[in-house]
């Protein structure tokens, strides 16, 4: 962990510049890389209002503040920002082959002693590793949304990932205040997709069989299992459009119809209500 000073998280998305924030907190000097200008602006932007609203809350003071945005840059330039990084952290969207290209160039560009993780929480870092040249020290570390404030980190080591490497990112993980679990083999969906799933599943079914309305299957969770959501509503929260995706992409993994991704939400998406960030989703807001 000495060695671990700078990092470098690439994406400015929503989950990108949240986990990048979450570092510069936690005292690393780190740059937040994207390829469009105004992605990394916004970003800039939305994190400084983060930070305002934090200040006012007493969440942090105004040095604390100015001091975590003091150590946070954001650059288009790959190449530099990989040259200079011990611990990078990819955080572009879902595909295969845009995560391989990245993986690829950050494998040639980052110093030999860096780490590469992936936050995908649908792609085993098994699948980029090789395009590295070092997959020894490639692996899965998976945050959750918001980056900011869920605790869980998902640590995923593959068949080469190496000891040290997982130690590492656990290690570093519970220096950016989270608290990290360690999956020891890649399985689709890791642990908190599967068991979310397996909640979402049974509530869609009882929904379509007309046996309790999505109201009364979300207030049963929240007040018999003291889930802080139901299942609908969280859906809603995570957004339509993901909770498909990863249904997608884990039954194109497995091939289980059991893993069929259900036709209520890609209906629901095909009409483009996605949840809260759509205003209409299961619900209205």
């Known amino acids: 962990?000495?060695?671990?000073?700078?990092?470098l998280v690439v994406g400015s998305g929503t989950m990108g510049s949240q986990i990048g924030l979450v570092a510069a907190l936690a005292g690393y000097d780190t740059t937040v890389q994207d390829i469009s200008e105004p992605m990394l602006a916004k970003a800039k932007a939305e994190l400084s209002a983060r930070m305002d609203t934090s200040v006012a809350k007493g969440r942090l003071t105004v040095a604390e503040a100015e001091a975590a945005l003091g150590r946070l840059f954001f650059s288009t330039d790959l190449e530099s920002a990989a040259a200079r990084a011990d611990f990078v952290i990819e955080a572009a969207t879902e595909r295969l082959d845009v995560k391989e290209q990245i993986f690829a160039r950050i494998g040639q560009l980052a110093p030999e002693h860096a780490i590469l993780a992936t936050n995908s929480s649908?792609?085993?870092s098994s699948k980029v590793a090789a395009a590295t040249g070092r997959a020894d020290r490639v692996c899965n570390m998976h945050f959750f949304n918001p980056a900011l404030v869920m605790k869980c980190v998902e640590v995923v080591?593959?068949?080469?990932?190496?000891?040290?490497?997982v130690?590492?990112?656990?290690?570093?993980a519970r220096r950016f205040g989270k608290e990290p679990v360690l999956i020891n083999r890649e399985i689709p969906g890791f642990i908190a997709n599967r068991l979310m799933g397996a909640v979402q599943k049974e509530a869609l079914a009882l929904a379509a069989a007309g046996i309790a309305s999505k109201e009364d299957i979300d207030t049963t969770a929240?007040?018999?299992?003291?889930?802080?959501?139901?299942?609908?509503?969280?859906?809603d929260m995570v957004g339509l459009d993901v909770i498909d995706f990863i249904a997608q992409a884990t039954y194109a993994e497995t091939g289980?119809?059991?893993?069929?991704?259900?036709?209520?939400?890609?209906?629901?998406?095909a009409e483009g209500k996605l949840g809260r960030k759509s205003g209409q989703g299961w619900y209205s807001y």
Do not use: C, K, Y
């Open 1 to 7: 962990m000495s060695g671990i000073e700078r990092i």
């Open 122 to 124: 649908t792609l085993g």
């Open 157 to 165: 080591r593959h068949e080469a990932t190496s000891q040290a490497t």
């Open 167 to 172: 130690e590492t990112t656990l290690e570093l």
């Open 222 to 235: 929240r007040t018999a299992l003291g889930h802080p959501m139901g299942p609908f509503e969280l859906m």
């Open 256 to 269: 289980d119809e059991a893993d069929r991704p259900d036709p209520q939400v890609a209906a629901l998406v």
